[in-house]
């Protein structure tokens, strides 16, 4: 199975940037729809960007206009640009693609900790 790896997580204060990268041992982000994911102690993890197959965008409104979402096929590398970042946002992010049923096609990472301070 693919192995992703993710890193740039730190520690940044709110109003900050940070940029996320998720490292694939394989072609995996590749005719597939790929996707962050963000979960906070107690919480479920869940979506905060992704790239369907036919390249568009999409984000939840909690991340809208603040996170870009970005694939690099050549280098199996996905990047996630957070800019004016909230407390809100703290939490390990992690990355994979998705098969048409919603499955992780990837091994899930150990994930990057953001950490937003007020």
């Known amino acids: 199975q693919v192995q992703l790896v993710e890193s740039g997580g730190g520690l940044v204060q709110a109003g900050g940037s940070l940029r996320l990268s998720c490292e694939a041992s394989?072609?995996?982000?590749?005719?597939?729809?790929v996707a962050w994911y963000r979960q906070a102690p107690g919480k479920q993890r869940v979506a905060v960007a992704m790239?369907?197959?036919?390249?568009?965008?999409h984000y939840p409104d909690s991340t809208r206009g603040r996170f870009t979402i970005s694939v690099d096929n050549a280098k199996n590398t996905l990047y996630l640009q957070m800019n004016s970042l909230k407390p809100g946002d703290t939490a390990v992010y992690y990355c994979?693609?998705?098969?048409?049923?919603?499955?992780?096609?990837?091994?899930w990472g150990q994930g990057t900790q953001v950490t937003v301070s007020s």
């Open positions: 394989g072609p995996i982000f590749s005719a597939n729809t």
């Open positions: 790239i369907t197959t036919g390249g568009t965008p």
């Open positions: 994979n693609a998705l098969s048409d049923y919603g499955v992780g096609l990837g091994s």
